[in-house]
């Protein structure tokens, strides 16, 4: 059986500093213009370069202020703050790219899904069918305080987002039939009403009775992105999502991670293979090994320790400061990023022993918690190889520890020797982003939970009167 092509994705947000403090000093670094445009369009245009499917931007809506119980640390370090919206890159960077993906990511406590689905179509609209949504369920209790909402118990927070799909798939599946548009120049006639239908949800969360206001985009509901990894967390993304995010420490925790996923993904009446897992990884390379690892110890200079402990404390949702430096790490209750705390619970360091602080400092300076791969093509491409077929994965969401130069790294150095070895794509696939990631058309497909809430499907829930309460002629 041939081996299957790996798939790459950029991880980025619209800030100075996502997974590597610091190293916005570093010579040459771009960090600093994330506000320009044109920053984002020349890497839009790096990424389409190497064929990645997509540059997922991360999102939080609050600061870091775990560390030390206060933000200071993440403003002096400039951690995830200041933190731009990444909705409008998706635009921006389809405006110069032909095939390339964008994921942008929304928190479902932080906007109603009325007007968030007409974001999603907007978007869907303007990019052909290239957007996907990383949707989160938020970990940052400043985030909540600072929206008047206090902060659900982490399982809590997947219900709200159950519920929260239920409201979009009936939107954007259930609300327009495909043949609602008609077009005619000469009656006039633009849609045909009766097939427009006024969607009826009351929940625990939400009530949404009304249209969907967009007509439908190619995708209609965009690629979903999840990276919530618990045990509930999982339940939700194996019942949702197409694109799967993992950040293990450990190529031997990568396979678990996979494991569950899969099995969650059964359980779940779907086929293992229905979302793509994508394994958190920062590659480092050049034209030698040699060279790879001189970089590798340069930038590592330029990390910021305080930085890692801001972004930690809020991924594993507890005050690093007050550990011990060889605290082990396996105890931590947490209401944050809960995955974490069991990937480090779970996996031991590369001696076999259990995370301490002092490993997680070492670990975590460039790409924070994900896996970190330094040589040259051949050596990095191996090591990709090893990781993605070891631990049954489908992709790596690439990390960046300089930008645009870690990504523009992968793809003048990494892209090509993998295309040589058959293990990546040479060509981009035709269509939509979904269709690309799976070659089965541009729509959610049958075995998907969105169906039921379209024409005919089982939770299919219309009714013919319009918001004044007249029934339609
Ligand atoms: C690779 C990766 C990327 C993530 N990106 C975001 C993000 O951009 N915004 C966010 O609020 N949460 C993000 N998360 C957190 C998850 O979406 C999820 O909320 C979190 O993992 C908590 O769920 P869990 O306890 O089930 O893992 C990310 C997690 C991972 C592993």
Known sequence: MSKKIIHFNAFEMNCISHLSPGLWRYPGDWALRYKDIEYWQNLSQIAEKGLFDAIFIADVIGVYDLYKGSDEAALRTALQTPVNDPVQLAAIGAAVTKNLGFGITAGVP?????????????????????????????????????MGSVEAPHDERYDQADEYLEVLYRLLEGSWEDDAVILNRETGQFADPAKIHHIIHHGKYYDVEGIHICEPSIQRTPVLFQAGNSTRGMKF???NAEAIFIAPPTKEYAKTAVKNVREALIR??????????????TVITDQTDALAEAKYKDLLSYASEEGSLVINSGWLGTDLSQYDLDAPLNKIQSNAIRAQVEALS??????????????????????CQGIKIVGGAKTASDQIEELIDYSGADAINLG??????????????????????????????????????????DRLPENHRAAKYRKGGELWSVDDYTNTGRKRA
């Open 268 to 281: 779940a009446g779907r086929q293992p293979d229905d979302a793509k897992i994508y394994i958190l990884a």
């Open 237 to 239: 993304a194996a019942e």
């Open 400 to 441: 960046y520890a300089t930008t645009p130069g870690t990504h523009a790294d992968v793809v003048e150095f990494v892209v090509p020797e993998l295309q040589k070895r058959g293990r990546y794509q040479t060509e981009y696939a035709e269509g939509s982003l979904r269709h690309k990631l799976f070659g089965k058309g």
């Open 346 to 367: 779970n996996s031991t360091t590369e001696d076999g022993r259990v995370w301490t602080l002092r490993d997680l400092i070492k670990l975590s300076g460039i790409g």
């Open 110 to 146: 932080f906007e109603h899904p009325f007007p968030f689905a007409r974001r999603l179509s907007t978007l869907d609209h303007l990019t052909k069918g290239r957007v996907g949504w990383n949707i989160v369920t938020g970990y940052l209790p400043s985030a909540n305080r600072s």
